[in-house]
């Protein structure tokens, strides 16, 4: 059973980056059958999808954080990363990472528990 | 990028009563690449529906998804205690996925 845990800073300071890695058990995160994404939630409010990436390492943003944020992933440690540059206190969420697969194509049936990012000096 | 439009966007119901929660958006979905997500407090999203009506694996059959184009309905036959959250649905049909802003399913 495929599992995804994150990992990271709680605390960022305006301006830093936001760095998290997802860490990928009971699967490979090599695998051509899976993809790999990051999905946000402000406090109290909705989901907003950030960005994929597939096994061949082509990504997918959403436009309006294209500019700040870069996924990657690393094969060696089974692991897939979000960097989000130039934090304001909106970045403040929880943030998740979640897979799907070539089936689903696109919603995420399995997701980590959530890491809470708080920005703030 | 397309928009999607979740009502009611809170459902006061009793168990056993009948949910009907509606997703509508802005523009024809692809491929009708259209899911439902329910999320309970503290916890991540859990997926429910996938592909407008295919339930995703370990689901209830009291959860069916049906619609296409742009109207798509999550119904819940018979309401359990444990079905009372936030339900989302998302697009990935087009990119950038987008979700909508969610029902609260609350007791009445």
């Known amino acids: 059973q495929l599992q995804l845990q994150e990992s990271g800073p709680g605390l960022v300071k305006p301006s830093e980056t936001l760095s998290l890695t997802c860490t990928v058990s009971?699967?490979?995160?090599?695998?051509?059958?899976?993809?790999w994404g990051w999905i946000r939630q402000p406090p109290g409010k909705g989901l907003e999808w950030i960005g994929n990436?597939?096994?061949?390492?082509?990504?997918y943003y959403n436009p309006s954080l294209k500019s700040r944020v870069t996924i990657s992933v690393d094969t060696s440690k089974d692991q897939f990363s979000l960097n989000l540059n130039s934090v304001t206190a909106a970045d403040a969420a929880v943030y998740y990472c979640g897979s799907t697969t070539l089936t689903i194509n696109g919603a995420f049936d399995i997701w980590g528990q959530g890491t809470m990012v708080t920005v703030s000096s | 990028e397309i928009v999607l439009t979740q009502s009611p966007g809170t459902l006061s119901l009793s168990p056993g009563e009948r949910a009907t929660l509606s997703c509508r958006a802005s523009q024809s979905v692809s491929s009708n690449y259209l899911a439902w997500y329910q999320q309970r407090p503290g916890q991540a999203p859990r997926l429910l529906i996938y592909g407008a009506s295919s339930r995703a694996t370990g689901i209830p059959d009291r959860f069916s998804g049906s619609g296409s184009g742009t109207d798509f309905t999550l119904t819940i036959s018979r309401l359990d205690p444990e079905d009372f959250a936030v339900y989302y649905c998302?697009?990935?049909?087009?990119?950038?996925?987008?979700f909508g802003q969610g029902t609260k399913l609350e007791i009445k």
């Open positions: 998302q697009q990935y049909g087009r990119s950038p996925d987008t």
């Open positions: 009971g699967g490979s995160i090599n695998s051509y059958f899976y993809y």
């Open positions: 990436i597939y096994y061949n390492g082509n990504t």
